[in-house]
């Protein structure tokens, strides 16, 4: 064979260019939605994802829509966390995306900072947010923007199955001053007593929201304001050892069936299936987990908030519009319905977390059921800080990276300090390349 | 209907025309896939080509780079040990495969009462092997509170979570690779069926042992069928996906041991928006397997034996 080295650069160059020149029609953005509402029928196309119990919830506030709007048809496409959001990123690469989006904040500034998604500012006729609390509003802002609309706020917190902990004579730990250490120590009693039948903790590490207090609680953050990595390796290191104590000391099961639970889903968490006793969950979670396990479950506090409080308000995730919508007004009213809305607030009720939007949040405590209601207190009972920095833009992976170098250190195949250097030279690399 | 009448019509005609009538014929059945071919595959091939000298995103247009990606492939942690991941799976499970296919090739052949039911039993695993449904399976099989566990249970041994833990996870994968050696056991099957009787009934006359029958005609004889089955076999695991994607729920883990080729390319094109570096590590993929089946063509002059 004879090579033919310029050729062959000729050749790829034109085939390259050729391809950038075809897709470079795709790259525009930038709707607005401030033109007149249409009488012409219109057909918009929504997607999220969740459970079935949030999709059949979701339909009926579509139907609801649909009746009060009837030129307008909402065509609901649902899907598993994990399709959601390869489908979201193939259909925007084929020019295809859904008009209304449920957003989350992982992948917000890879969204947003690409021009996929529409300023909501520029709906404001049809999209009011007077009704948000402005400290909730900036969560969905970049650059001074308003790229999505928090929809709930969530904030970390430790479930404990008090069920469990009676069984065991073991009172309930005073969560306004116990430490990391006590939560070994009692994790350590229960699994003792259960003959290991029953972990005291359930292994965590596969979150970014355990690892944001982590870093908030030791005077850092993940990310600093310019959108790099800025936990110290210490910091991480230690949190990591934490978790590998726990593992190793049976406070927590064996790293195996760590794994195996963190990536089956709620429904088989040592929490819902009534193996373990103290967990790491988003609040909101209180009503399912309640739901699986059959159990009396509580909210309580992290552990450590008594000495460094790093708890914050997350948005459990938002509403965003396509930029390349092409009916970016009438896409608006409908999240106007979704967000502002008491008739729909009364169906979706704390299902996408307790509403960011005040007056709703007041409207339909009173409908509340017992679960619902304390993850709602508790959530008024935290006290928190400014919320983390919106997870930059490139980082939107940070949780499979997390979850790689938590196995890691579970299987004792690196050290706690060198999964640390390691993850934060990762991660930095992918918001560099984006 | 049409296409019916249209047969019976050319079945009925003969002469000069009729053979142009078949070839049209031909084509026009052949259209739809040679549509599809352009449209779904060989359109996106090309497309892939120029894309691996781009930065892309996604969601904004490619901007070209280089030879950047190809570049970066060299500094690649993750890239090297995927590739050592898949080299250690092909390596493993292809042999093992092979071996279990004609093994029982030369059980079944022996002329089993009931042979077609026993052939078909083993050739369903190959029809399902890849399906995502017999991925989940081998999830629940091998999980720890799995069948496999329960099993060893019985017999006092501790299990563990297989597919959960960094040292068994791939092995999981190789076994159900393993599992699905229908296709080339029905392949050699037949090629069994291809060698005259004649030679073992010569060779049994001058008292060879079967071992030596074995070694001596029926290998050298389906040295060819063997040949085939190995750079298909090959070719085809190195494609694996959907097996890592599903047992590991699309990570790779746990601790990217069972992080296929396919699978970081799939997560860094999806997951990581990065679909330029991902289509140039789609081209190396393919320069891989051509490279390896170009080293089997050579290696096959050596061990091949054509009967004819």
Redesign the interface.
Same mark, same amino acid.
């Given at each position: 064979m004879r090579y033919t080295p310029s050729r062959r650069a000729a050749l790829?160059?034109a085939? !390259?260019?050729?391809?950038?020149a &075809?897709?470079?029609a795709?790259?525009s953005g930038g709707g607005d939605a401030s033109g007149e509402l249409t009488k012409d029928p219109v057909t918009l196309r929504f997607t999220w994802w969740g459970s079935d119990a949030r999709h059949q919830r979701t339909q009926q506030v579509i139907d609801l829509f649909q009746k009060a709007h009837p030129n307008i048809t909402v065509k609901g496409e649902f899907k598993d966390w994990?399709g959601y959001?390869?489908s979201l990123?193939?259909t925007?690469?084929a020019n295809d995306a859904p008009d209304i989006i449920q957003m989350d904040e992982l992948y917000l500034a !890879?969204?947003a900072e690409?021009? &996929?998604l529409l300023d909501l500012g520029t709906a404001s006729k049809y999209l009011p947010t007077a009704d948000f609390d402005p400290n909730a509003l900036g969560t969905g802002q970049i650059g001074g923007k308003q790229y999505a609309l928090p929809v709930g706020l969530s904030t970390y917190a430790v479930v404990v199955n008090t069920d469990l902990l009676a069984q065991y004579n073991i009172p309930v730990p005073d969560d306004a001053t116990w430490t990391w250490d006590d939560l070994k120590t009692i994790g350590g009693q229960i699994s003792k007593a259960s003959g290991g039948k029953v972990t005291g903790v359930q292994s965590w590490g596969f979150d970014a929201g355990g690892v944001n207090i982590w870093a908030r609680q030791a005077g850092a953050s993940l990310y600093d304001d310019k959108g790099d990595v800025a936990i110290p390796p210490q910091v991480l290191a230690a949190y990591w050892q934490y978790l590998a104590d726990l593992a190793k000391d049976g406070v927590a099961p064996?790293?195996?069936?760590s794994?195996?639970r963190a990536?089956a889903g709620l429904d088989q968490s040592g929490t819902a299936t009534n193996t373990s006793v103290f967990a790491t969950w988003w609040n909101t979670q209180l009503t399912s987990l309640a739901k699986a396990s059959g159990k009396n479950l509580k909210l309580l506090r992290l552990p450590g908030e008594a000495q460094t409080a790093g708890a914050y308000y997350k948005p459990s995730m938002f509403w965003s519009v396509s930029s390349r919508s092409k009916h970016p007004a009438e896409s608006a009213l409908f999240v106007d319905f979704l967000a502002n809305s008491q008739q729909a607030a009364d169906i979706l009720l704390t299902d996408r977390g307790v509403p960011a939007n005040t007056k709703i949040r007041a409207a339909i405590t009173p409908k509340l059921t017992a679960t619902d209601k304390a993850a709602a207190e508790f959530l008024d009972s935290v006290k928190v800080s400014k919320p983390p920095r919106v997870t930059p833009n490139?980082a939107?992976?940070i949780e499979?990276i997390l979850?790689?170098y938590t196995?890691?250190v579970l299987?004792g195949?690196m050290t706690p300090q060198q999964a640390a250097e390691k993850f934060i030279a990762e991660l930095q690399a992918?918001i560099k390349?984006? | 209907m049409t296409a019916l009448s249209e047969l019976q019509r050319l079945r009925a005609s003969r002469g000069g025309s009729a053979r142009k009538r078949d070839n049209k014929a031909a084509f026009l059945f052949l259209l739809p896939w040679f549509a599809g071919l352009l449209l779904i595959t060989a359109g996106p091939i090309v497309m892939s080509f120029g894309l691996g000298f781009t930065d892309y995103n996604l969601i904004e247009a490619p901007q070209f780079n280089g030879l950047d990606n190809f570049e970066r492939m060299l500094t690649d942690e993750r890239l090297h040990h995927a590739l050592g991941v898949t080299f250690t799976y092909v390596l493993v499970s292809v042999p093992l495969q092979l071996a279990c296919a004609l093994g029982l090739a030369l059980l079944l052949d022996r002329g089993l009462r009931g042979m077609s039911f026993y052939r078909s039993a083993f050739y369903l695993p190959s029809l399902l092997g890849s399906s995502v449904a017999i991925a989940v399976l081998w999830r629940q099989i091998f999980g720890a509170e799995g069948m496999v566990n329960q099993v060893l249970d019985l017999i006092g041994v501790q299990g563990r979570g297989w597919i959960s833990d960094p040292d068994t996870a791939l092995s999981t994968l190789v076994v159900l690779n393993v599992w699905t050696f229908g296709a080339p056991m029905v392949i050699f099957l037949a090629g069994l069926r291809q060698i005259p009787v004649m030679y073992y009934e010569a060779a049994s006359v001058d008292g060879a042992p079967r071992w030596m029958q074995f070694r001596k005609i029926t290998l050298p004889l389906l040295s060819p069928i063997i040949f085939f089955n190995l750079v298909l076999q090959i070719i085809h695991a190195f494609q694996s996906f959907t097996q890592a994607f599903v047992v590991s729920g699309g990570s790779g883990g746990p601790s990217d041991s069972t992080l296929f080729y396919t699978l970081y390319l799939y997560q860094r094109g999806f997951n990581n928006f990065d679909m330029g570096y991902a289509s140039a590590l789609a081209w190396l993929l393919l320069v891989i397997i051509g490279a390896f089946t170009a080293v089997n063509f050579w290696a096959a002059k050596h061990w091949v034996f054509y009967d004819d």
């Amino acid at each position: 064979m004879r090579y033919t080295p310029s050729r062959r650069a000729a050749l790829a160059l034109a085939v !390259s260019l050729a391809a950038t020149a &075809a897709l470079a029609a795709c790259g525009s953005g930038g709707g607005d939605a401030s033109g007149e509402l249409t009488k012409d029928p219109v057909t918009l196309r929504f997607t999220w994802w969740g459970s079935d119990a949030r999709h059949q919830r979701t339909q009926q506030v579509i139907d609801l829509f649909q009746k009060a709007h009837p030129n307008i048809t909402v065509k609901g496409e649902f899907k598993d966390w994990n399709g959601y959001w390869d489908s979201l990123a193939t259909t925007v690469a084929a020019n295809d995306a859904p008009d209304i989006i449920q957003m989350d904040e992982l992948y917000l500034a !890879s969204y947003a900072e690409r021009g &996929a998604l529409l300023d909501l500012g520029t709906a404001s006729k049809y999209l009011p947010t007077a009704d948000f609390d402005p400290n909730a509003l900036g969560t969905g802002q970049i650059g001074g923007k308003q790229y999505a609309l928090p929809v709930g706020l969530s904030t970390y917190a430790v479930v404990v199955n008090t069920d469990l902990l009676a069984q065991y004579n073991i009172p309930v730990p005073d969560d306004a001053t116990w430490t990391w250490d006590d939560l070994k120590t009692i994790g350590g009693q229960i699994s003792k007593a259960s003959g290991g039948k029953v972990t005291g903790v359930q292994s965590w590490g596969f979150d970014a929201g355990g690892v944001n207090i982590w870093a908030r609680q030791a005077g850092a953050s993940l990310y600093d304001d310019k959108g790099d990595v800025a936990i110290p390796p210490q910091v991480l290191a230690a949190y990591w050892q934490y978790l590998a104590d726990l593992a190793k000391d049976g406070v927590a099961p064996a790293p195996s069936v760590s794994i195996e639970r963190a990536g089956a889903g709620l429904d088989q968490s040592g929490t819902a299936t009534n193996t373990s006793v103290f967990a790491t969950w988003w609040n909101t979670q209180l009503t399912s987990l309640a739901k699986a396990s059959g159990k009396n479950l509580k909210l309580l506090r992290l552990p450590g908030e008594a000495q460094t409080a790093g708890a914050y308000y997350k948005p459990s995730m938002f509403w965003s519009v396509s930029s390349r919508s092409k009916h970016p007004a009438e896409s608006a009213l409908f999240v106007d319905f979704l967000a502002n809305s008491q008739q729909a607030a009364d169906i979706l009720l704390t299902d996408r977390g307790v509403p960011a939007n005040t007056k709703i949040r007041a409207a339909i405590t009173p409908k509340l059921t017992a679960t619902d209601k304390a993850a709602a207190e508790f959530l008024d009972s935290v006290k928190v800080s400014k919320p983390p920095r919106v997870t930059p833009n490139g980082a939107s992976g940070i949780e499979a990276i997390l979850k790689r170098y938590t196995e890691e250190v579970l299987f004792g195949r690196m050290t706690p300090q060198q999964a640390a250097e390691k993850f934060i030279a990762e991660l930095q690399a992918e918001i560099k390349a984006a | 209907m049409t296409a019916l009448s249209e047969l019976q019509r050319l079945r009925a005609s003969r002469g000069g025309s009729a053979r142009k009538r078949d070839n049209k014929a031909a084509f026009l059945f052949l259209l739809p896939w040679f549509a599809g071919l352009l449209l779904i595959t060989a359109g996106p091939i090309v497309m892939s080509f120029g894309l691996g000298f781009t930065d892309y995103n996604l969601i904004e247009a490619p901007q070209f780079n280089g030879l950047d990606n190809f570049e970066r492939m060299l500094t690649d942690e993750r890239l090297h040990h995927a590739l050592g991941v898949t080299f250690t799976y092909v390596l493993v499970s292809v042999p093992l495969q092979l071996a279990c296919a004609l093994g029982l090739a030369l059980l079944l052949d022996r002329g089993l009462r009931g042979m077609s039911f026993y052939r078909s039993a083993f050739y369903l695993p190959s029809l399902l092997g890849s399906s995502v449904a017999i991925a989940v399976l081998w999830r629940q099989i091998f999980g720890a509170e799995g069948m496999v566990n329960q099993v060893l249970d019985l017999i006092g041994v501790q299990g563990r979570g297989w597919i959960s833990d960094p040292d068994t996870a791939l092995s999981t994968l190789v076994v159900l690779n393993v599992w699905t050696f229908g296709a080339p056991m029905v392949i050699f099957l037949a090629g069994l069926r291809q060698i005259p009787v004649m030679y073992y009934e010569a060779a049994s006359v001058d008292g060879a042992p079967r071992w030596m029958q074995f070694r001596k005609i029926t290998l050298p004889l389906l040295s060819p069928i063997i040949f085939f089955n190995l750079v298909l076999q090959i070719i085809h695991a190195f494609q694996s996906f959907t097996q890592a994607f599903v047992v590991s729920g699309g990570s790779g883990g746990p601790s990217d041991s069972t992080l296929f080729y396919t699978l970081y390319l799939y997560q860094r094109g999806f997951n990581n928006f990065d679909m330029g570096y991902a289509s140039a590590l789609a081209w190396l993929l393919l320069v891989i397997i051509g490279a390896f089946t170009a080293v089997n063509f050579w290696a096959a002059k050596h061990w091949v034996f054509y009967d004819d």
